[in-house]
């Protein structure tokens, strides 16, 4: 398992998969939130219309976006990897369950860790923490965690991440494959499995994503 990359490259999945699909003549186009709304710290929240079963009825944390493409992971998919039989040491850090969680589907062999902040203040240059937005840090893996023992809240792994190269994602919210909405910390550790926090996160937006709070997570399911 690899340390956490400074910058995973949104290109890099498997042949011939795409972040996220629309599906065809299903239901109407809802689309909410632009590629300016995107940002480190926000969510995307997989719309009726996203077929692709990685995503449907998912929650994608964005780590990073720019002019070259946008990174993420998906919230609420545990493994049945502990941490601990792979990275020793980081487990008793880690939120319940302690397991890698399956971030998406580029570079399943690369670990990303989040955590959340307790500490407050500037950080030491070496504490091993990068901040994506707000409280919530990427670690670095090769440090040490008993140093960040009283700095964090706690910590979760992820195999893998979620990557759009460039002008991907714009495609797909404009035809209504995601809403993008403001994120909050507690997403990142959040305990439940991924479709209870895509109702959770829906029920706290307004308008007709309000009223999608009541439907299911993956209408395909059905």
Do not use: K
Not at 32 to 52: F, K, N
Not at 137 to 157: F, N, Q, S, T, Y
């Amino acid at each position: 398992m690899n340390p956490v990359p400074s910058s995973p490259d949104p290109e890099r999945r498997p042949a011939g998969q795409a972040a996220g699909r629309r599906r065809r003549d299903a239901v109407p186009v809802l689309s909410v939130g632009s590629l300016d709304d995107v940002r480190p710290g926000s969510l995307l929240i997989a719309m009726p219309a996203l077929t692709d079963p990685t995503f449907a009825g998912g929650v994608v944390y964005v780590l990073d976006h720019s002019d070259t493409g946008t990174i993420g992971v998906v919230l609420g998919q545990p493994s049945e990897v502990g941490i601990g039989d792979v990275l020793p040491g980081w487990s008793e850090l880690a939120v319940e369950p302690g397991v890698f969680h399956v971030g998406g589907p580029c570079e399943t062999d690369t670990a990303l860790c989040l955590a959340t902040r307790s500490g407050e203040g500037p950080l030491d240059p070496d504490s091993g923490l990068r901040q994506v937005a707000g409280r919530v840090h990427l670690v670095d893996l090769d440090g040490d965690p008993d140093e960040l023992d009283g700095e964090i809240e706690g910590l979760r792994v992820f195999a893998g991440y979620a990557g759009w190269s460039a002008g991907q994602l714009a495609v797909e919210l404009a035809e209504g494959a995601w809403a993008c909405v403001e994120g909050d910390p507690a997403d990142v550790l959040a305990t439940v499995p991924g479709p209870e926090l895509w109702h959770a996160v829906l029920r706290r937006q307004s308008g007709r994503l309000a009223v999608l709070s009541t439907a299911p997570a993956d209408p395909s399911a059905n």
